[in-house]
T-cell receptor
Framework: GAVVSQHPSWVICKSGTSVKIECRSL??????MFWYRQFPKQSLMLMAT?????????EQGVEKDKFLINHASLTLSTLTVTSAHPEDSSFYIC????????????FGNGTRLTVT | AQTVTQSQPEMSVQEAETVTLSCTYD???????LFWYKQPPSRQMILVIR??????QNATENRFSVNFQKAAKSFSLKISDSQLGDTAMYFC????????????FGTGTRLQVTL
């Protein structure tokens, strides 16, 4: 079945540095990918919609200059957390949809980011 | 905008018993999909079951079935013959029809299956 690979699965970085998270669709082309953020014991909150070849669409309250999204190919979207701070520590999950008419979203396994 | 409400933060069920998780939603859309996702401690999101709004028949997947009440905007999940491996967070989610549509999640229900 369709697979979405997310890398890294966990990362620890120092405050002020930037971290890049990759999301790849392995056996289908995804014109649209989604980035979610999940705090402990909470639900998934959509951060942005990543569109191949164009600018991402950010949800209200999400800083586009802090969370840079690039979707340069049909199989890869990246999320870069710039100048990370401890409050950015969270679980980030990407998802993508096989453009078939009747298919669900497929999720990556998530990235646990810890900023020290 | 769509909203999804899960009113049960935590549920507990004994092994082999049946449990029902509640979900209500609000939308003005006619073409949409509803989902239940399971998130075990590994935090991987696993699709449990999906329902197309245009289908009157309730979806079933082995031990999992839904009670979809479109007029009432209700979408409950029934787990039969509960197993220890069913212990997880369960999220109800809404998606508007269309290839680029995003998921809107409820707040989740933590299900504990006990011996």
């Amino acid at each position: 079945g369709a697979v979405v690979s997310q890398h890294p699965s966990w990362v620890i970085c120092k405050s002020g540095t930037s971290v890049k998270i990759e999301c790849r669709s392995l056996d289908f082309q995804a014109t649209t990918m989604f980035w979610y953020r999940q705090f402990p014991k909470q639900s998934l909150m959509l951060m942005a919609t990543s569109n191949e070849g164009s600018k991402a669409t950010y949800e209200q309250g999400v800083e586009k200059d802090k969370f840079l999204i690039n979707h340069a190919s049909l199989t890869l979207s990246t999320l870069t957390v710039t100048s990370a701070h401890p409050e950015d520590s969270s679980f980030y999950i990407c998802s993508a949809r096989d453009p078939g008419a009747d298919s669900p979203l497929h999720f990556g396994n998530g990235t646990r980011l810890t900023v020290t | 905008a769509q909203t999804v409400t899960q009113s049960q933060p935590e549920m507990s069920v004994q092994e082999a018993e049946t449990v029902t998780l509640s979900c209500t939603y609000d939308t003005s859309e006619n073409n949409y999909y509803l989902f239940w996702y399971k998130q075990p401690p590994s935090r991987q999101m696993i699709l449990v079951i999906r329902q197309e709004a245009y289908k009157q028949q309730n979806a079933t997947e082995n031990r999992f079935s839904v009670n979809f009440q479109k007029a009432a905007k209700s979408f409950s999940l029934k787990i039969s013959d509960s197993q220890l491996g069913d212990t997880a967070m369960y999220f109800c989610a809404f998606m508007k029809g269309g290839t680029a549509s995003k998921l809107t999640f409820g707040t989740g229900t933590r299900l504990q299956v006990t011996l």
